[in-house]
């Protein structure tokens, strides 16, 4: 799932669109030619099936079973949540996030109905990228990746970090490899289908979707490191 979850950071699409649709400074962007052949690409994927997948998935499955699957979704993420929160030091949020999966995975009926955020735990993301970040390592130069999307290398080597610490990724029984095609499936229609009119609003607002992308993805990750508390390090010169 962590292979396309770069859509993710275009869930603020509504609130960011106006105000980033170009980088003319181009920062950190030297193979911006090839990242933007990569990215028709994508887009061309994304329209031709991604987007009309996400929309009959939205049309034909009830609303109830949509929140169901993504609340199944999110806790089998939180080993990998919990194993960044400590790495992170970030012993209150891990202690939360094994709060989550036990009481989603007990009264929650496996997931499937987010009671802890009923209750007064939310979730929160984490992964493996945020980690190395934390530590200290620099993002790098901006990629785009075929079927992937926004990157960066700190965050390519993060999905494979995300990818060790997953306890699933060692489970075998009958059958477990169309598991875990099914739940990378499952995870991107999953994805697509709630970001639907935020990502048809950039396309729409965007003078350069290409610069806006790269734009949002980098405020979108830096506020994940942050943990969503302010900018300190990038105040106006005043």
């Not at 980690?131 to 999905?159: C, F, H, I, Q």
């Not at 607002?205 to 508390?229: M, P």
């Amino acid at each position: 799932m962590r292979l396309l979850s770069t859509l993710a950071v275009l869930s603020l699409a509504a609130a960011l669109s106006g105000c980033a649709s170009t980088d003319p400074s181009g920062q950190n962007d030297p193979y911006e030619q090839t990242n933007r052949q990569i990215f028709d690409f994508d887009q061309k994927l994304d329209h031709n099936v991604a987007r009309p997948v996400a929309v009959a998935y939205n049309t034909v499955v009830p609303s109830v079973a949509r929140d169901g699957i993504h609340n199944f979704l999110a806790n089998l993420d939180s080993p990998v949540i919990f194993a960044n929160d400590l790495l992170q030091g970030e012993t209150t949020r891990g202690g939360q996030t094994l709060g989550r999966a036990v009481v989603n995975s007990t009264i929650g009926l496996g997931g499937l109905v987010d009671v802890a955020a009923k209750i007064g735990m939310p979730g929160h993301e984490e992964d493996f990228g945020q980690t190395l970040a934390v530590w200290g390592a620099k993002e790098g130069p901006y990629l785009v990746l075929p079927l992937a999307g926004p990157s960066n290398p700190r965050d390519v080597v993060g999905m494979g970090g995300d990818v060790a610490m997953d306890p699933f990724t060692y489970m075998k029984w009958n059958n477990s490899t169309l598991y875990s095609m099914i739940r990378a499936g499952v995870g991107i229609i999953d994805l697509r289908a709630r970001n639907v009119d935020n990502l048809d609003q950039i396309e729409r607002t965007s003078v350069d979707l290409y610069a806006t992308t790269r734009s949002l993805y980098r405020q979108h990750r830096n506020a994940e490191i942050r943990n969503g508390a302010p900018d300190t390090e990038n105040l106006p010169n005043l």
